[in-house]
């Protein structure tokens, strides 16, 4: 399943279609999309009556903010969630990124295309096998985002105290809820809440964890996703020294080690297939006075306190581009493995 990281990744190869003058148009390619879909009416309503103003993420769900020329629903603007369920993915004529789940396709657009979005300038395709994504339309942002946690990927800020607090002292095991979406954060999926507890050395079903324990965290789920996300966008392999890499041979016959040479099993946990290495991730009875614990990878927090830190450099003159247009005139090369 596409977890932040990828989606992340996928709402960057929407952004060409942002656009202040072309229209948009829709093309619905299958006879059997997935059960959640807009209509043939809907669609009609906005070919070439829309624009694309802005693409944005919340956890694990795109939304397109569509500028309609014509009011639809009496409307002037509506909303168009993507969400990829299980095998969904954006692509792009020069770019069919990869999944683990799923072979690489070398056509453009892949296998199982339920809809193609263009402007003049851009092209992108949603796509999804296994049909357990959706695509929706709302006439509110808050529809679709409303019910989600604050985003795993901005846990910083004034609102970061307060969002870690629901991580600190529960019942319930830490991997639970990590995987909630509306609990406590958004994005974290079975490979992220994997990598971040093996990282920290927590066992998933731990539980009662101290502030000091969380607040580690908190920074280990940071470095974990920026640097996934800026892999993908540098189309460049994972840090060799992650579960990731060895978390998928559950099912070959021979032991599994992780990077260190550390043996790998698997259990349930949170009605999900967890990867652990038991010599450093120990489910541990709750204490009062729970001591720091230990970064895994204490070079890669060295790191990231130094990033934090670096010198101010000469103040530059202000940038009247926004983000996601810096992003888009960086683009120079395809980012991830394609065709």
Not at 123 to 152: I, M, N
Request: glycine share 6%; aromatic share 6%.
């Amino acid at each position: 399943m596409p977890e932040l990281p990828e989606v992340e990744n996928f709402r960057r190869l929407l952004l060409p279609l942002v656009s202040k003058a072309g229209t948009l148009s829709l093309e619905c390619t299958s006879s059997a999309p997935p059960r959640k879909f807009p209509s043939a009416l809907d669609f009609k309503a906005l070919h070439k009556n829309c624009r694309v103003s802005r693409v944005e993420r919340k956890g694990k769900l795109i939304c397109l903010v569509l500028e309609c020329i014509q009011k639809v629903q009496n409307q002037k603007c509506v909303y168009l969630f993507l969400h990829m369920g299980m095998t969904g993915r954006i692509s792009t004529p020069d770019m069919i990124p990869k999944l683990v789940e799923l072979k690489d396709d070398s056509e453009y657009p892949p296998p199982y295309t339920h809809l193609v979005l263009k402007t003049d300038l851009a092209e992108a395709s949603y796509s999804d096998p296994r049909k357990f994504g959706s695509v929706r339309l709302s006439t509110s942002l808050e529809d679709g985002f409303g019910e989600l946690a604050p985003d795993a990927l901005f846990l910083c800020g004034p609102t970061t105290a307060t969002t870690l607090d629901g991580l600190v002292g529960k019942q319930m095991g830490i991997k639970g809820l990590l995987l909630d979406q509306k609990r406590v954060m958004s994005g974290i999926g079975n490979w992220v809440a994997d990598e971040v507890l093996y990282q920290s050395r927590i066992h998933p079903d731990q539980t009662h964890l101290s502030r000091p324990q969380v607040e580690a965290l908190g920074t280990i789920i940071q470095f974990v996703l920026s640097t996934a996300v800026a892999c993908l966008d540098r189309n460049e392999e994972f840090p060799s020294d992650w579960l990731f890499h060895c978390r998928w041979g559950k099912r070959k016959k021979t032991a599994i080690q992780d990077p260190k040479g550390r043996a790998v099993t698997f259990l349930t946990s949170a009605s999900r297939t967890s990867a652990i290495v038991p010599s450093i991730q120990r489910k541990t009875a709750p204490t009062k006075n729970s001591a720091k614990m230990t970064p895994l990878n204490p070079k890669s927090q060295d790191e990231v306190v130094t990033a934090q830190k670096k010198k101010k450099r000469p103040a530059k003159e202000p940038s009247t581009l926004t983000n996601d247009e810096i992003l888009i005139k960086k683009r120079k090369s395809p980012r991830l493995s394609s065709k």
